[in-house]
C-alpha cells in the first residue's frame, strides 16, 4: 500500500464550506478522508456524496455503541451511503460486534455494493491510564487493547482502531492481514491537544500501523498542504 493510501484525513469541520476548502486545498495529495460525529451531524450525508464524487475513499467512523440489533440495523442503514470503512465500539461485546459483521455483509449483498470495511475501537486513544482506572477497569489499558482485538477478530471485524503503541502488539496477536487504524499521530513539534497514547508518523508505521488518522496537525496547520507533504515524506523515507 502506498503512503498515500495510508494516510486518512480526519476532516474535523462542521460545513460543506470547510469540507469543500479543505479538500480542494489538499487536493491530489490526499485520497483517503475520515468524516465523524462533527462533520456527519452538522451537515449529514451530503459530505459522502461529495468525497465519493470526487473519488476519495471514505472512513465514516460514528463509532456506534448499541445493543446488537440497532447497531446492525444503524449500520445496514450506513452501508448504503458507500463508505468505504465504517467502526463500532469493540466494548459493545461479540454479539454486537457479529451483528454488525452480518448486517454489513447481509446489506453489501442486498444492494451489490461493495462491502464496506468494518473496525472496531478498542480503547480511545486519548486515555491515559489514569484515565482508564477512573473508569474502573482493573486490567492493564494495553492488555485490554490485545483482549478486544483478539474479540473482534473473532467476531468478524476486518480490524482496530487503536493507538500506536500498541499496533505492534496487536499484528503480533492478529496477524499481518487485521487492519490497525491509528489516531494519536503527532509529528514531531506538534501540539498534543486531547490525544494521550500518541506516536509519530514514522513511529507508527514502524510498529505496523496500516492507515494513520490524522486531524488537527493538517486541519490546524498554517498551510495543510504543506503539512501532508511533509508527513508523507517522513512515511515515504521509511518504505
Ligand atoms: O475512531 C477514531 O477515528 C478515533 C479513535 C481514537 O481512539 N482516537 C481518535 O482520535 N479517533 C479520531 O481520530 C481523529 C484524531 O484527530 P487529531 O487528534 O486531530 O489528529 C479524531 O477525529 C478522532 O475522532
Known amino acids: 500500500m502506498s503512503s498515500d493510501q495510508r494516510l486518512i484525513v480526519a476532516l ?6 470547510s469540507v469543500r476548502q479543505l479538500v480542494g486545498q489538499l487536493g491530489d495529495s490526499v485520497s483517503y478522508y475520515k468524516v465523524g460525529m462533527e ?30 440489533n440497532t447497531v446492525g440495523q444503524g449500520l445496514a442503514t450506513l452501508t448504503q451511503l458507500g463508505a468505504t470503512m465504517l467502526n463500532v465500539h469493540a466494548a ?46 482493573n486490567v492493564d489499558l494495553s492488555q485490554q487493547v490485545i483482549h478486544l482485538s483478539k474479540l ?7 480490524g ?22 491509528t489516531p494519536g499521530i503527532r509529528p514531531n513539534g506538534a501540539a498534543i491537544n486531547d490525544q494521550s497514547r500518541i506516536a509519530t508518523p514514522a513511529g507508527a508505521l514502524k510498529n505496523g500501523a496500516h492507515h494513520l488518522v490524522i486531524g488537527r496537525p493538517i486541519t490546524a496547520a498554517a498551510n495543510p ?8 515524506r517522513e512515511m515515504r523515507d521509511l518504505a
Open 152 to 158: 473482534a477478530q473473532k467476531a468478524g471485524m476486518d
Open 12 to 17: 474535523d469541520v462542521h460545513s460543506m464550506e
Open 225 to 232: 498542504r504543506q503539512a501532508v507533504k511533509d508527513i508523507l
Open 39 to 68: 462533520l456527519f451531524y452538522s451537515v449529514g450525508s451530503q459530505v459522502i456524496t461529495y468525497l465519493r464524487q470526487q473519488n476519495k475513499d471514505i472512513f465514516l467512523d460514528l463509532k456506534l455503541h448499541d445493543i446488537p
Open 160 to 181: 482496530v482502531v487503536a493507538s500506536p503503541q500498541e499496533a505492534a502488539q496487536i499484528q503480533k496477536a492478529c496477524g499481518s492481514e487485521f487492519i490497525v487504524v
Open 92 to 137: 459493545g461485546g461479540f454479539s454486537m460486534m457479529q451483528a454488525a459483521a452480518i448486517a454489513v455483509k447481509n446489506k453489501a449483498i442486498e444492494i451489490q455494493a461493495r462491502r464496506p470495511k468494518l473496525i472496531a475501537v478498542t480503547v480511545l486513544t486519548s486515555m491515559n491510564e489514569n484515565e482508564w482506572s477512573g473508569i474502573g477497569y
